[in-house]
């Protein structure tokens, strides 16, 4: 089995960043397209407030998917742009791992532990 070279995961983790970039941007193309369509002829009312969507949390996003909502595609292709360097984050741990480079595969996975953990607990920074 050829061992994987440091050039290899360099271009395997720009893939995934071009990949991720791309295909967000292809999600919330198609989104607004859809959104226009079913609502491009709304008249906007801006005298009075609407709540918040309901595409705020991932289950509401993954619904509206489902159900073709515009706004929810959108917000899919915004979380896949949220999430792509975070894939790289992983992927570079990934990278260590095949490289034996014990050191930043650990500084690597306690950087994607924070992340979790701002994730979950809603704090940042």
């Known amino acids: 089995m050829n061992k994987l070279k440091d050039t290899d995961i360099q271009a395997i983790i720009g893939w995934v960043l071009r990949?991720?970039?791309?295909?967000?941007?292809?999600?919330v193309?198609?989104?607004?397209?859809?959104y226009i369509y079913r609502h491009g002829h709304d008249?906007?009312?801006y005298s009075t407030f609407k709540d918040v969507s309901d595409f705020v949390q991932l289950s509401g996003i993954i619904n509206g998917i489902l159900?073709?909502?515009?706004?929810?595609?959108?917000?899919?292709?915004?979380?896949?742009?949220i999430a792509t360097p975070?894939?790289?984050?992983?992927?570079?741990?990934?990278?260590?791992?095949?490289?034996?480079?014990?050191?930043?595969?650990?500084?690597?996975?306690?950087?994607?532990l924070i992340i979790f953990i701002s994730m979950l607990s809603g704090h940042a920074g």
Request: proline fraction near 0%; aromatic fraction near 12%; hydrophobic fraction near 60%.
């Open 43 to 45: 008249i906007a009312n």
């Open 19 to 27: 990949t991720g970039v791309i295909l967000s941007i292809a999600i």
């Open 67 to 81: 159900t073709f909502k515009g706004k929810a595609i959108i917000q899919g292709g915004i979380v896949l742009l």
């Open 29 to 34: 193309l198609f989104g607004g397209a859809v």
């Open 86 to 112: 975070i894939i790289r984050v992983a992927f570079s741990a990934v990278g260590f791992v095949f490289e034996k480079d014990y050191l930043y595969t650990g500084i690597t996975l306690l950087v994607l």
